[in-house]
């Protein structure tokens, strides 16, 4: 077949098939190969075209977890989105404001209409305004891991190639805080960076700190394809000699399996706790005065801070943090006193940046591992990935294609992760960013794809009340969503199974490139957001059709992606489309690699890209944009709601931290089989302090309220001894479901009702979903049912 024949033959039909000899005797079914963000497998499917059996590809290296197998349930699961669907008000006021009833969002009924009709609609909305009055709500890269079907980058590119732009958003939910700081601090964001290989760490680290990185829950999904190859490490590093060490609110899984010892911090006081390390091993001499020297800059300038010199007068001693933390002060000691006598790696979670003031984690980590003076050497130092996407594994170094190419964006508008519900109701107010100013935009249309936004953004309850002043929501979703149920105007996307594309992963290894072929038809009237965004730009008009696409049909975009990847093991297009995937193995120096190494080696020729080519303790850049909450150095400021709070905590007296979890990616899987392996009553589960719950009369599978004055939800009582005292623990990604249209209290357990939708300070206004106070107490309320679908009229 010759290339051309193909690519209409795959495109057309989508029919070239290969056999997994697995299934050697299954002969009816055919085997697809394809890829998610949660793992690589064969799509097995029946004679009628319908999807029955999922066989992982040889690439994921732990299936024990359902998590390809959900992808039967997730696509034939009724709370599928079968048609484009418009809200009665807004359908009968034709779009227009003033009689469309905004605060009805979400609580009214839909209307279906044909896509023609749904098209046309969303078109001439977006026309009818300004594109600085669009925000494109698209966020990361969550819902879709392809390079052509990627959510944000079909979105952005259709908003740059044909609408003029649109507003979107500055900064990231993951890494907000460090995402701003970092780079000035280090040269580089690290959180995204090359980690240690495990090979090193398993050589020569005796000492490894998680802190509070949850290296085995986080890593079994992907931003690109899943391969869980950090798994079959855990089994090595619970069998090497190594002392591990976790510092979190809660005793995770893997901190469980690693037997390691158990450091309960109060939440968002890692600071406190760091600095108190520090005051110790300058005061007891044990700092590494030659790397402070030779590889940092500004000691000189943080150490009065650090030992009560300068205007607030307080030495940051052990005792000092002991105070704040909660970790004795024998502990702290102890802990500085093992990390310099030790060969001691810190794996720095996500989260604690993801609070109050969270800039100053990542930074005071950097800092203290600077004091203990290994950074660059094999198994010590600091990586900032090693819980994330396969952090730790060894990279094939292949240069993949980014993906669909988003064009410029002329709107220069953006709005900060944290301010998008207070931007939307206070169009034009100001706030201090990144050392300069920021005018908000004035947002008439919300425009969401391949994003959660009700699920994914603290304080429900804000953006809600946002959302319902707008002029118009368009969603495009798979299913019926909290974000979904908000639109006016809601469009069916197809899933990853119903169309082509190609991806790689894992992100970090970068080792196969996978082909996501079609496994079955699109169902219902669902639709490639792609096809929808290209068919509103061929009704714009002919140049703005050829802009976005390039003149290209996406299977030779697909194609296109293969042949500019550097592959080693080049094989032809068909050949890899009909295999499935290409792999290709690190070499040998990938499995040595040791972050910072260079710069160890040779501080002059391979300095650091910072002001003075050195670990930035001080900076003389963020010195002079004059903050109040965020300095030239690191230091510790209390966050606004914290278990130190001696009034705060009399109404609220519990801290509520919210994790990633662990069967879902977010929201994603929520609607599927697999919440049966977690959920108490239906609901989410809250983690409480056996000693706590004891206190309360709260026992294991209550159902309990947790309040406070942002919002309330009902979640099923996990009771442990596996979380301290004065915390608790809701997993992030439920889907909101208020109990009645009167009564906002969540049903299911949807954590962002209770978080905090203020920024982490004026330099990086991020998100602080970690800082959060509540209370909690046991209810009788009836069984909840699960999620409810909303009214389609016509359906
Ligand atoms: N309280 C609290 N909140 C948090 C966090 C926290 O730690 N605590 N973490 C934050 C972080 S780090 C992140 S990254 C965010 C994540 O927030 P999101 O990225 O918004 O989370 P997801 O639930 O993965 O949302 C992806 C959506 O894309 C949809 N989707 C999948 N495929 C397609 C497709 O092909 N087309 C379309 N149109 N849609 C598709 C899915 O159904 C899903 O609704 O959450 C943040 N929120
Ligand atoms: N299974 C699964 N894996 C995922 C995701 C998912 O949705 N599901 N999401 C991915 C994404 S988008 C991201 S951004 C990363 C998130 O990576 P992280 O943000 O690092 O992960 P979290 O699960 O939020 O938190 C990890 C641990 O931090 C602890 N913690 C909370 N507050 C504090 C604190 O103040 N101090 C300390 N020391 N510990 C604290 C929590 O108790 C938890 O055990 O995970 C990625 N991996
Ligand atoms: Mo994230």
Redesign the pocket.
């Known amino acids: 077949m010759n290339r051309r024949n193909f690519l209409k033959a795959a495109g057309v039909t989508g029919a070239v098939l290969s056999t997994n000899p697995l299934l050697a005797g299954e002969k009816k079914l055919k085997s697809i190969p394809t890829a998610s963000n949660v793992g690589a497998f064969f799509g097995e499917v029946d004679e009628s075209g319908k999807l029955v059996k999922i066989t992982p590809q040889i690439s994921d290296k732990d299936p024990k977890i359902p998590w390809s197998e959900a992808w039967i349930d997730r696509v034939y699961n009724p709370t599928r989105i079968k048609y484009p669907c418009v809200r009665k008000s807004y359908l009968e006021a034709k779009g227009i404001k003033a009689n469309s009833k905004p605060e009805l969002r979400g609580k009214e009924e839909f209307v279906r209409v044909s896509w023609d009709e749904a098209i046309k609609l969303v078109l001439e909305k977006l026309q009818s305004v300004k594109p600085d009055e669009i925000y494109n709500a698209s966020y990361?890269g969550?819902g879709h891991p392809g390079l052509l079907h990627n959510c944000s980058a079909t979105a952005g590119r259709f908003f740059n190639t044909v609408i003029g732009g649109a507003i979107t958003m500055d900064g990231e939910?993951?890494?907000g805080a460090a995402g701003k700081v970092n780079t000035t601090i280090v040269g580089d964001l690290e959180v995204y960076s090359l980690q240690t290989a495990h090979e090193v760490i398993l050589d020569n680290t005796q000492v490894y700190v998680m802190?509070?990185?949850?290296i085995l829950?986080?890593?079994?999904?992907d931003f690109k394809v899943a391969n869980r190859a950090n798994n079959p490490y855990y089994d090595k590093y619970a069998k090497s000699k190594i002392k591990f060490i976790t510092?979190?609110?809660?005793l995770?899984p893997i901190a469980k399996k690693l037997n390691a010892k158990w450091i309960k911090?109060r939440?968002?006081?890692?600071v406190a706790l760091m600095l108190g390390m520090m005051h110790y091993l300058y005061t007891s001499n044990q700092y590494d005065k030659n790397f402070i020297q030779n590889y940092t800059y500004g000691f000189d300038k943080f150490l009065p801070y650090l030992l009560g010199k300068t205007e607030d007068k307080v030495e940051k001693t052990p005792a000092w943090a002991s105070k704040i933390t909660g970790v004795e002060e024998s502990v702290i000691k102890a802990l500085a006193d093992t990390f310099v006598k030790n060969r001691t790696f810190l794996a720095g979670?996500?989260?604690?940046q993801?609070?109050h003031h969270g800039e100053q984690a990542d930074w005071t980590l950097m800092v203290l591992a600077a004091f203990i003076g290994q950074i660059g050497l094999p198994g010590g130092g600091f990586g900032f990935s090693m819980?994330?996407s396969g952090g730790g594994q060894a990279s094939s170094g292949v240069m993949l294609p980014a993906g669909l190419p988003q064009g410029k964006n002329k709107v220069r508008a953006k709005i900060p992760a944290s301010r998008i519900s207070e931007a939307i109701l206070n169009p034009g107010k100001k706030i201090k960013f990144k050392g300069g100013e920021l005018t908000y935009p004035n947002v008439k249309i919300f425009y969401n794809v391949g994003a959660n936004t009700l699920g994914h953004q603290p304080d429900a309850n804000s953006l809600i009340k946002a959302l319902r002043t707008l002029d118009t929501v368009i969603v495009h979703e798979p299913w019926w969503t909290p974000t979904a149920k908000m639109a006016d105007i809601v469009l069916p996307a197809t899933t990853t199974l119903e169309r082509d594309d190609i991806s790689y992963g894992g992100s970090y290894s970068q080792d196969y490139v996978y082909a996501m072929r079609k496994v079955i038809e699109p169902l219902y009237e669902a639709r490639d957001d792609y096809d929808v965004f290209e068919e509103m730009a061929k009704m714009v008009g002919v140049r703005e059709h050829r802009k976005f696409t390039g003149g290209k049909t996406k299977m030779e975009r697909i194609q296109g992606f293969y042949d500019r990847s550097d592959c080693p093991n080049y094989m032809s297009f068909e050949e890899f489309w009909e295999k499935g995937f290409l792999s290709f193995t690190p070499d040998e120096s990938a499995y040595k690699y040791v972050r910072h190494a260079d710069f160890r080696a040779d501080p002059i020729n391979n300095k650091l890209r910072t002001e003075t080519g050195k670990l930035q303790i001080f900076s003389d850049k963020f010195d002079s944009y004059k903050l109040d909450d965020f300095k030239g150095h690191p230091i510790w400021l209390e966050p606004d709601e914290w278990l130190g709070d001696k009034e705060k905590t009399k109404e609220f007296p519990f801290h509520v931290?919210?994790?990633?979890?662990?069967?879902?990616?977010?929201s994603q899987l929520d609607n599927c089989f697999v919440r049966k392996l977690y959920k108490v009553g239906n609901r989410e589960p809250v983690l409480i302090n056996s000693n706590d719950a004891k206190k309360l009369g709260i026992k294991n599978g209550d159902t309990v309220e947790v309040f406070n004055n942002r919002g309330s939800l009902l979640a099923g009582a996990v009771v442990s001894d596996d979380i301290m005292s004065g915390v608790i623990?809701i997993q992030e990604?439920v889907w909101y479901d208020p109990e009645s249209l009167d009564n906002p209290r969540c049903n299911a357990g949807h954590v962002n009702v209770l978080t905090n939708s203020i920024s982490t300070s004026t330099m990086a206004q991020a998100t602080t979903a970690?800082t959060c106070l509540a209370n909690i107490k046991k209810v009788d309320v009836k069984p909840y049912k699960g999620i409810k679908l909303p009214v389609v009229k016509g359906a």
């Open positions: 990361g969550w939910h993951s890494n802190w509070g990185a949850d829950k986080c890593n079994q999904i510092i979190d609110p809660q995770t911090i939440p968002n006081t890692d979670n996500w989260a604690m993801r609070a819980h994330y931290v919210s994790p990633h979890p662990t069967y879902r990616i977010h623990s990604g970690n």
